[in-house]
């Protein structure tokens, strides 16, 4: 399975936050780190704040932090938030899908594949390898 870019930047700015929970960040801030373009991140960032993950304060200090500690954030509720569409294959198009076995295993496989996002948070994954702030700060 392949997750879409959209996913990959709201988990890029929810790691990025994650990691610095101590101030307000800004989208230009994140996109320089990851060297993405700030327009994408825009659009993430404005439904992630409508989904509640993150906060955006207004003005001239202003900017975006995490609306919830990380432990709060479930990886596979908010990949099911970000992807659009789950199919594998197009099996509604296929002459044989009626009686197709492989569409049951691809469906099995989807849902074991989202069984296993949904035992980490955010919090777990920015613990698995350590401190990657200082691999963002040299990139900027």
């Known amino acids: 399975m392949r997750l879409t870019r959209y996913t990959d930047y709201a988990m890029r700015v929810l790691l990025f936050l994650g990691s610095r929970t101590d101030r307000l960040c800004s989208i230009s801030e994140i996109a320089k780190a990851y060297g993405i373009s700030q327009n994408h991140l825009m659009k993430v960032v404005s439904d992630l704040v409508s989904a509640g993950y993150l906060e955006s304060v207004r003005g001239r ?3 975006i932090r995490l609306a919830m500690r990380s432990d709060d954030i479930n990886i596979g509720k908010l990949i099911r ?3 659009e569409d789950f ?3 197009e099996c509604g198009k296929c002459i044989i899908a009626p ?5 049951g295993v691809l469906d099995e496989a989807l ?7 949904d035992g ?6 920015l613990a698995k390898k350590g401190d990657f702030s200082n691999l963002l700060l ?3």
Do not use: I, K, P, R
């Open 61 to 63: 200090s202003g900017g």
């Open 81 to 83: 938030h970000t992807e």
């Open 87 to 89: 199919d594998l294959v």
């Open 99 to 103: 009686a197709c076995g492989l569409t």
């Open 111 to 117: 849902q074991a594949f989202l069984v296993v996002l």
């Open 120 to 125: 980490y948070s955010l919090a777990d994954v």
């Open 138 to 140: 040299s990139a900027q």
